[in-house]
């Protein structure tokens, strides 16, 4: 098959890095695999695992540039002649809808709890529709008058191979222990775009309070803010000097060692104020063996059993996060990457994303049987 994935952008982020795995793991697996996006800093990866990349503007939301754009994703898609074509966000489905979108079987990916209405309803118009999650699933039945025979609840996927504990480089650990000064430290870390979602607020507020009776607690915010966010870093790094944390709070901006972050953390916190959709860093944090307290929100529900490998919480709570922080010794966490990989491989998410584009294929012809004459 010839799978076309479309997204906005090629930066970071959970889709982001869900997209190019899928590419990999398409190319490893003998199918040809193009992404359309607006370019960005894992384009290189993209191409480096035997992809295809085409630079179109599908991120956009300008109506006035939005014909020239409809038209040269259009002219595109007829030169690639793909089997399945994949939109992963609104302003992609759009554009391919505005086309001619019966030429090819559609499949969409609802990533998120988008606004109800007309602009995110085209994100159940694929042929076939995945839910991150039971949650994602569940919202757009209530919302949405959508064939529920249309869509497959695929959660995201960990790479096993790579977030495994055995697996982190020692030595980018211990640059990363040194650069941050987490020697003697017990790290706490919440990792995702700096953003009002996240809730880096209420984070910082709870590594205060834990401070007081562990004083040698440190949060790392793992993360970068876009051009649009840059007042809201700023505004929290003047909370960090206010809460006298300089020292005691780092921001590490945007990190490719994922791996080596979460090995040297002794917990990870997802902190979101509203329901996540699926939330890669509570699964990528128990295949790697570490606690994680969450919001009591979205699909962290589905994904962390509370009082197992973690605790949930509610959320804009710095007193309740702070007080699971400081009650992760009696968790065991010796099953916690067996959980993940009886629920949440990367291999598994693979495995019924391509069925689903398999059930979109025209059936094969078959010969007719003809008896010789006797």
Known sequence: MHIVQIIPALQEGGVERGTVEMNRELVKRGHRSTIISAGGRLVEQILMDGGEHHLIDVRSKNPLSTPSRVGALERLLERLHPSVVHA????????????????????????????????????????????VSEAIKDYLLKHY??????????????????????????G?????I????????????????ITGLKDHETFIRAIAQ??????????????????????????????????SLDGHVDFVGHCQDMREIYALSHAVVCGSKKPESFGRTVTEALAMGRPVVATRLG???????????????????????????????????????????????????VDETIATYEELQPAPVRRAAFLSPA
Not at 215 to 231: C, F, H, N, T, W
Not at 312 to 330: K, M, Q, T, Y
Not at 338 to 349: C, D, K, P
Request: glycine share 6%; net charge positive.
């Open 178 to 193: 040194d650069r941050h000064r987490l020697q003697s430290r017990q790290v706490i870390t919440t990792v995702g775009r």
């Open 299 to 349: 699909a962290h529900v589905e994904t962390l059993p509370h009082g197992k490998f973690g605790f949930l919480v509610p959320p804009e709570n710095p007193a309740a996060l702070a007080s699971r922080l400081a009650d992760l010794g009696a968790l065991d966490l010796e099953h916690a990457r067996q959980y993940v990989t009886q629920r949440y491989s990367l291999e598994r998410m």
């Open 145 to 170: 008058q959508v064939d529920p025979k249309k869509l497959r609840v695929i959660p995201r996927g960990v790479d096993l191979t790579y977030f495994s504990p055995g697996a982190a480089c020692l």
């Open 172 to 176: 980018r650990v211990k640059s990363l």
């Open 210 to 243: 834990l401070r007081k009776t562990h004083p040698r607690a440190k949060g790392l915010i793992v993360g970068s803010a876009s051009a649009d966010k840059q007042d809201l870093e700023k505004r929290l790094r003047q909370l960090v000097s206010e809460l």
């Open 88 to 131: 992963r966000s609104r302003v992609p489905a759009w554009l391919y809808k505005l086309g001619t979108p019966e030429r090819h079987p559609f499949v969409t990916t609802v990533h998120g709890f988008n606004s109800i209405n007309l602009y995110s309803k085209v994100m159940t118009s694929g042929k076939r529709v995945i839910c």
